[in-house]
Each structure stands twice: as structure tokens, then as C-alpha cells.
């Protein structure tokens, strides 16, 4: 197996250039080829002015910069820059004679062992593999726009890919940074696009039918907290682009796609949403101007959800990727916080079912019937089939390879990764719960385990004195992931019930909490900042209990925390309302102790938790914290007799002698928690 040292992209478009920068950012040295100077150009630029943003943001120093810059060379040489690389990567436009002409070109050139792919978001791998000689090296390379950013690489097998090629191609992957997913079958939409192929099917046909408004349909989309709704979407990728890729899936994969007569007149009429600045609504500077509409009630979320489930059943069913795999690839690919298996785990498979019949009825389209296994009621049975075959065997040689040593300890599913959702990191006495769980650290199943678990560890460690709270990516946490929400009434009242016992041990910790809020602190994750002692937060940080605008309440302890907290007048209008505030409103409202700028948060927590590890003694904070919160539960006589009982127990402690020693002698003391 040849190593990979150098690599050749083809096309420096959008994502061409963005392809080079991520090789050489990982010490590739990369060629960047294109038929056009300007497109080069333009390229040279996007790169560096993308570079330039990570040094400006402290990501990267400019040594780092320079040589990644400097691993870059440009060419408009397609032989001679084929010739002398070890992995080439082919990115021009989505046109099947165009890319296979560049093919041509490479089988002449490259050599024997290079390993050739295609950025194809749609075509046959195995079509175009049968342009080079030794179509086993060849695969397709599926990153997502922009590839700097996202995370996730679609690994795509064509008929004659070897395994060698495609197992060595998944590990490259991983070194540049990204995720991989595999895909086994070389079939349209690989898995991404495939699962939102159907949803826009489904637009188009509410569209052709005048089911609702595109403004209604946007509106009831941003109410369910989607940032852009599916008109607006398909305004801002371009609806040429969506009537094009429903043409292909016309073709390749059911006749119903070509049901898009709205959205073929708007092409036609050259509306085509951002890019002529008019679609489904006026564009102007890169905004669209959406006419104010009530929310629909003909559209709802579970029939997207139903369609997805539907579509993640016939892919696993077809063999083309693992249940683990098209839930990471959702998630990654479409930035949604949860993918369809674990909406499927959350649901029965008759309310899949019927859901879907509906949907057939109303729109009158036969590709959303039910797949044969969820007609067969085997919904739960699929979608928790194992890894796809080459990771299962994958997995099987390594478990023989480890005969011997003890079985890691069951892990919960990892939303990141190979990354726990809750990290727990110890500076010193100072020990930190990190929240790591996607981009806006969500609360989920897997989140409540983790936090058992280390609110369960640190409780028992008497080296630690401070406990902060945190979330990674600069979110603390927007809520509770709202799949949970889709489980029967029993499961989810056990689900609130668990988030309740797990925050509760939050609060009876014997150390000092806290909690460091940044970005967004929403429902859950707000209840979960509300259980911590001190909170501190940046000033742009937004926090808020929205539970009521999605027809919920807090239930993880926000109406009992707030209203003690703050008061029942401004606890009220939190909860009844479901506002969100900032930093600065929350800390007059006392909800917060001391905010600061976003890039100071970080230090300052870090600054107090280490001057609280010192300076107090660990069996007063223990006795104060019962005080403080079992003295809300209680009549005043019988907290105040606690008081005393307190002082009564603390004053046979080596802490209170050292702390008064200390006072005398003018030093700082050095309790021992005893
Ligand atoms: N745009 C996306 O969001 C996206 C996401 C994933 C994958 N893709 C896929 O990536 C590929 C490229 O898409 P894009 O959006 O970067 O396109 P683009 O139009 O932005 O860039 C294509 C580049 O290829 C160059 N080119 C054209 N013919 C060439 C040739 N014969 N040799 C060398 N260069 C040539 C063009 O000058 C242009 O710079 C397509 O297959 C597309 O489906 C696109």
C-alpha cells in the first residue's frame, strides 16, 4: 500500500480550493489544478484570506500559515501535475462528460499506484471508474461545503474499489481532521443527499398542489427553531441547482422526483432565488424578504421525520451504509442536532407507519409508502442492525487481535465522534465538566449518562475543591435534544425524572459548582447552569426557558430553581414567556453573579475557581451548601437550628483550627477538608 504524500485537486472552484487548503493544512503537499487563471486566482485568494481568519481568531500562529501556504502550488498543467502524486481529487463541475474527459487525461498520466477519486455529490463512481485503467484505486472522496468547516467526508465505493484502497482512504480521512462515514454502495445521493432528496421531493409536491404557502411552510419551519426554512433554502442554494438534482434522481432513482412544475416555471422564468436576487421571495444583499405569514398546520415536523426514517430504512435495507453511519452523516452533513435513527429509536414503528400513509394520501406521491421492513413492523429491528460488513469485519479482526486483554468499558454512542459528550479534565483542584456534544451541545441520553458519571467520580474526590461547568465550542448548552421527545409518555417522563435526579446530585456536591455560560444556555441546559452554585457568563451569552413555546414545561427543575432563585414575579415571566435574555439582563435579574466579554470568560472562571480552591474550606462549603438549599425547603426555626447544629459539627474539624490559626498568624491557610 503506497503511502500518500502528495496530492492533486482538480478544479479550484468552491470546492476545489477548500479541498487543497485541508490537505495542506495537514502537511500534504497539494496541487491545486484548474482550466482557468481567474479561478486559480481566486482561489490563491479564498485560501489565504481563510488562513488569515485562523490566525486573527488565535487558531493557527503565522509559521503555521506560511507553510501551509507554502505547500499549496497552482497549475493549469492537468498532464504534468497528474504525473508525479499519490492521490488525486477531482472537482469540476457536476457534468458527466466533463469530469470523465478529465479522466481521460489522468489514466494517460498518473501513476500506476496512485489512488483517483471524484468529489461527486451524485454520479456513479463506478461509471466513472471505468475510464481509468485500474478502476480498484479508484473511489469517491465526498467532502461537504465548505470543506474547511464540516466535519464530514462521504467514503464511497465503487464495484471494483478494493478494500485496501477504500479501508486506506477511510484512515487518510481521519488524519486530515474529518469524520468518515462508508459508504458501500455506489448509489445516487450516496447517503447525505439521499435522505434529503425526499424532503424536497415533498416541498415541491406541497408546492404543485398549493397545500400551503411557501411563506406559511418557512414560518411553521423557523417556529419548530430551523434557521432557514425549505423555500428559503432552496432560494439560497439556487432552485436551477434543486430542479437539476431532482431531474437526476428522476432518472436514477424513482419517476416521482420529476414532480417539481412550480419549481421548473421559476426556472425557467430565470427565478432562481439568490443568485438573480428574486426566487420564492426578493433577494437583497444575501437576505431574502419573506412576507410575514402565520405558521402553517398542514405541514408538520413528524412528517419530515417520517420521510427521513423512511429513507434511512430503505438505505440501510439497500446496503449502503450502517444505521451508526447515516446518523453521524446527517448530523455532520445537514447540521441537524439529532439523525433519523435516533428518531426511529424514540418512535414505534406504527406511528412511523400510519405517519406515512398520511403523507401518501395527502400528497399523493407512492415513493413516501413505507418501506417492505416497516410494513413487516421490523422498524427497531433495522435500525439497530450492526456496523456495515467491511466495519464489522473490521471490528471482529480487531477484537480477536485484543483476545486477551480486558473489554473497554461500554461506551455511551458518541455524537462526536471518538470524543466522550462529557469530558470531564482536572487542573489541580479545579475540575472541569465539558458539555461535547455537537455544535450546540445538546442534552441528550447519552449527555445525562456522562454527567452521572462525573458528577458521580468528582463527588468522591477529595483533591477537588471547584467543579466548573462548561461547554465546548463556546455553547454552554441550547436544551434538551429533542428526539427524547418523540419516545412513548413513559419513557419520557423517566427521561424528566432522570435529568432531575442527575441535576439534584449537581446541587449536592460537596464542592463549589459553577457554571461557565457562553453562547447560547437554553431549556435544559439553562436548568442545568440553574444547579450549580455561581454562574458566570459572557456578556452575548442568551439564556431562556422555551419549554412553553413548544407546548412543554421546564422539567429538569427550571419552576422550582428560578422563581427561588430570582424571585416568582421575574421567574414567571421567564417561564411564561419563554424570552431569552443576555448576559447583562441576567445578571440584574441576579440569575448570574458577574459577566464579562466573551473572550475573557474563559479566564476569569478559571481565576476564581482557583482563588475559591484556595481560600475556603472544603467542610464549610459542604455544611454551607446543605444550609443554603435544604433552607429553602424549610421553615426558618428549623434552618436556623441547623445553623448551629453546623457550627456545632465544624468545630471539631482540623479546618476550622487552621483557619483560625491562619487569621492570627497573617497567612493563607491550607485546608485539608477534614
Ligand atoms: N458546491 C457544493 O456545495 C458541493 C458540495 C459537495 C460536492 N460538490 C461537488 O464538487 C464538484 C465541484 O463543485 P464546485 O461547487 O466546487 O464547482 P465550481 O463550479 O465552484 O468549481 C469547478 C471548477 O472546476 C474548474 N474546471 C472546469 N473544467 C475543468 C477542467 N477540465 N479541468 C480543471 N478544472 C476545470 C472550473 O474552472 C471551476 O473553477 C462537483 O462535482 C459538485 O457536485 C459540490
Known amino acids: 500500500m503506497g503511502a500518500i504524500r502528495k496530492v492533486l485537486v482538480i478544479g479550484s472552484g468552491l470546492m476545489g480550493h477548500g479541498i487543497a487548503e485541508v490537505f495542506a493544512l495537514s502537511g500534504y503537499r497539494t496541487i491545486l489544478e484548474d482550466v482557468s487563471v481567474e479561478a486559480l486566482t481566486k482561489a490563491k485568494i479564498s485560501i489565504e484570506k481563510s488562513l488569515e481568519r485562523m490566525v486573527n481568531s488565535g487558531k493557527m500562529d503565522k509559521i503555521k500559515r506560511d507553510q501551509t501556504i507554502s505547500l499549496i502550488s497552482f497549475s493549469q498543467d492537468l498532464a504534468g501535475a497528474s504525473k508525479d502524486v499519490d492521490l488525486i481529487i477531482e472537482a469540476v463541475p457536476e ?125 411553521f419551519a423557523k417556529s419548530q427553531g430551523l434557521p432557514m426554512g425549505p423555500y428559503e433554502l432552496m432560494d439560497y442554494v439556487g432552485i436551477d441547482t434543486v430542479v437539476h438534482s431532482m431531474d437526476y434522481y428522476a432518472e436514477h432513482l424513482s419517476a416521482e422526483f420529476a414532480r417539481h412544475e412550480v419549481l421548473k416555471g421559476k426556472m425557467e422564468r430565470k427565478e432562481l432565488g439568490l443568485k438573480t436576487g428574486k426566487g420564492f421571495y426578493p433577494w437583497k444583499d444575501g437576505r431574502a424578504s419573506i412576507p410575514q405569514a402565520t405558521p402553517t398546520d398542514k405541514v408538520q415536523l413528524m412528517d419530515i421525520l417520517a420521510i427521513d426514517v423512511n429513507e434511512a430504512m430503505r438505505i440501510i435495507e439497500e446496503g449502503i451504509a450502517s444505521p451508526d453511519d447515516i446518523e453521524i452523516g446527517v448530523k455532520l452533513g445537514l447540521n441537524r442536532p439529532f439523525g433519523p435513527i435516533s428518531v426511529a429509536q424514540g418512535l414505534s414503528n406504527s406511528e412511523v407507519k400510519s405517519k406515512l400513509e398520511a403523507i401518501v394520501e395527502m400528497v399523493g406521491c407512492d415513493y413516501f409508502k413505507p418501506t417492505e421492513s416497516l410494513i413487516a413492523g421490523r422498524m427497531k429491528e433495522v435500525i439497530s442492525s450492526g456496523p456495515s460488513q467491511p466495519q464489522k469485519e473490521k471490528a471482529e479482526a480487531q477484537a480477536t487481535a485484543d483476545a486477551g486483554t480486558p473489554p473497554p468499558a461500554p461506551a455511551a454512542p458518541s455524537p462526536q465522534q471518538g470524543g466522550s459528550p462529557v469530558e470531564v479534565r482536572k487542573e489541580g483542584p479545579v475540575a472541569y465538566i465539558e458539555l461535547n456534544n455537537g455544535r450546540l451541545n445538546l442534552i441528550n441520553a447519552s449527555v445525562l449518562d456522562g454527567l452521572d458519571q462525573a458528577i458521580s467520580s468528582l463527588s468522591k474526590d477529595k483533591d477537588v475543591r471547584v467543579v466548573v461547568v462548561r461547554g465546548k465550542n463556546g455553547v454552554f448548552s441550547a436544551g434538551a435534544e429533542l428526539s427524547q421527545f418523540f419516545s412513548g409518555n413513559i419513557d419520557f417522563m423517566e427521561t424528566d425524572r432522570r435529568g432531575q435526579r442527575i441535576f439534584k446530585s449537581l446541587t449536592e456536591m460537596p464542592q463549589v459548582t459553577m457554571a461557565e455560560i457562553s453562547g447560547y444556555c437554553f431549556g435544559g441546559g439553562f436548568e442545568l447552569a440553574l444547579a450549580c452554585d455561581i454562574r458566570i457568563s459572557s456578556d452575548s451569552a442568551e439564556m431562556g426557558l422555551p419549554e412553553v413555546t413548544r407546548g412543554l414545561v421546564p422539567g429538569w427543575g427550571g419552576t422550582q430553581r428560578l422563581p427561588k ?107 485539608k477538608g477534614k
Open 565 to 671: 432563585l430570582i424571585g416568582t414575579s421575574r421567574a414567571a415571566f421567564l417561564i411564561l414567556t419563554g424570552e431569552r435574555i443576555k448576559g447583562m439582563q441576567a445578571m440584574t435579574f441576579g440569575i448570574v453573579w458577574e459577566i464579562t466579554t466573551p473572550d475573557k470568560l474563559q479566564d476569569r472562571v478559571k481565576e476564581l475557581a482557583a482563588k475559591i480552591s484556595v481560600d475556603v474550606a472544603p467542610t464549610s462549603v459542604k455544611m454551607a451548601k446543605g444550609l443554603i438549599y435544604k433552607g429553602t425547603e424549610t421553615a426558618m426555626s428549623i434552618g436556623l437550628d441547623m445553623e448551629a447544629i453546623s457550627m456545632g459539627v465544624l468545630f471539631g474539624t482540623e479546618d476550622i483550627k487552621e483557619g483560625v490559626v491562619a487569621f492570627m498568624q497573617k497567612r493563607k491557610p491550607e485546608f
Open 95 to 219: 457534468v458527466m462528460e466533463m469530469k470523465k474527459e478529465v479522466f481521460k487525461v489522468v489514466a494517460k498520466e498518473a501513476k500506476p499506484d496512485c489512488i483517483i477519486a471524484s468529489n461527486t455529490s451524485n454520479m456513479s463512481i463506478t461509471e466513472l471508474s471505468g475510464i481509468v485503467p485500474e478502476p480498484s484505486r479508484f473511489l469517491g472522496i465526498h467532502f461537504f461545503n465548505p470543506p474547511v468547516v464540516m466535519k464530514l467526508v462521504e467514503v464511497i465505493r465503487g464495484e471494483s474499489t478494493s478494500d485496501e484502497i477504500f479501508e486506506q482512504i477511510l484512515n487518510l480521512v481521519k488524519e486530515i481532521g474529518k469524520t468518515p462515514i462508508r459508504v458501500n454502495k455506489d448509489k445516487p445521493g450516496f447517503v447525505v443527499n439521499r435522505i434529503s432528496a425526499p424532503e424536497g421531493l415533498f416541498f415541491s409536491i406541497v408546492l404543485d398542489k398549493g397545500i400551503a404557502k411557501p411563506e406559511e411552510v418557512d414560518a
